[in-house]
């Protein structure tokens, strides 16, 4: 949760900070970069751990 909003997000550590960047999978989505306050304010709620699709779809 970021911003009173929810996300499907991968979770990326910046080397040599306390910082993280939050990533899409979707190309055409830009990552979020977080700031020190933002990322000490960021909540992760769970965790993706599969995916269902309707029969037919990719």
């Known amino acids: ?18 910082r993280f960047n939050l990533s899409s999978d ?3 989505v830009a990552d979020i ?9 960021c ?3 769970g965790e993706v751990v599969g995916q269902m699709r309707r029969k037919g779809q990719k």
């Open 1 to 18: 949760m970021y911003e009173d909003d929810i996300y499907v997000k991968r979770i990326r550590k910046v080397p040599f900070s306390k």
């Open 26 to 28: 979707n190309p055409d």
């Open 43 to 45: 909540m992760v709620i």
């Open 33 to 41: 970069q977080l700031t020190d306050e933002q990322t000490a304010e």
